[in-house]
């Protein structure tokens, strides 16, 4: 039987790409994970940015950022938005390559957040109709 594929944070899965340098593994996460088969992503590493990295913080939503009408800027005050949409779009390309329809995403994060507004990949992919879920 072939299990329906879905892209999950990579940090949500133990991997160490949070911009601390952490992981942070989240056990609901894992549970749903075992009906998919699932690729483990991390736009902000995807778009150049290294790990550990300075936080950054989106001036509006991931929207806004996409329409060029906000920005991300790191704690430094450096401008990183190209790279986050840089990543979200690497993001987009694998999920469509791969006919995923959901993404499970790490909460509060300017990349894949949902509340308290969606991060730049969050809101690309639900502009491209994947279902996002956060964790």
Same mark, same amino acid.
């Given at each position: 039987? @072939?299990?329906?594929?879905?892209?999950?944070?990579?940090?949500?899965?133990?991997?160490? =790409?949070?911009?601390?340098?952490?992981? @942070?593994?989240?056990?609901?996460?894992?549970?749903?994970?075992?009906?998919?088969?699932?690729?483990?992503?991390?736009?902000?590493?995807?778009?150049?940015?290294? =790990?550990?990295?300075?936080?950054?913080?989106?001036?509006?939503?991931?929207?806004?950022?996409?329409?060029?009408?906000?920005?991300?800027? =790191? @704690?430094?005050?450096?401008?990183? =938005?190209?790279?986050?949409?840089?990543?979200?779009?690497?993001?987009?390309?694998?999920?469509?390559?791969?006919?995923?329809?959901?993404?499970?995403? @790490?909460?509060?994060?300017?990349?894949?957040?949902?509340?308290?507004?969606?991060?730049?990949?969050?809101?690309?992919?639900?502009?491209?109709?994947?279902?996002?879920?956060?964790?």
């Amino acid at each position: 039987m @072939k299990r329906e594929r879905c892209i999950v944070s990579a940090c949500l899965t133990g991997l160490c =790409t949070r911009y601390d340098g952490r992981s @942070k593994p989240d056990r609901r996460c894992l549970a749903m994970l075992e009906q998919f088969c699932w690729l483990p992503v991390c736009p902000e590493q995807l778009g150049g940015l290294p =790990t550990p990295r300075i936080p950054a913080d989106l001036t509006g939503s991931g929207a806004d950022v996409l329409a060029g009408r906000a920005a991300v800027i =790191t @704690k430094e005050g450096a401008d990183v =938005t190209r790279q986050f949409i840089a990543g979200a779009e690497a993001v987009l390309q694998i999920a469509q390559a791969q006919n995923i329809r959901l993404a499970l995403l @790490k909460a509060r994060s300017p990349s894949c957040g949902l509340t308290p507004q969606p991060g730049v990949t969050a809101a690309l992919l639900l502009a491209h109709g994947i279902e996002v879920m956060e964790f």
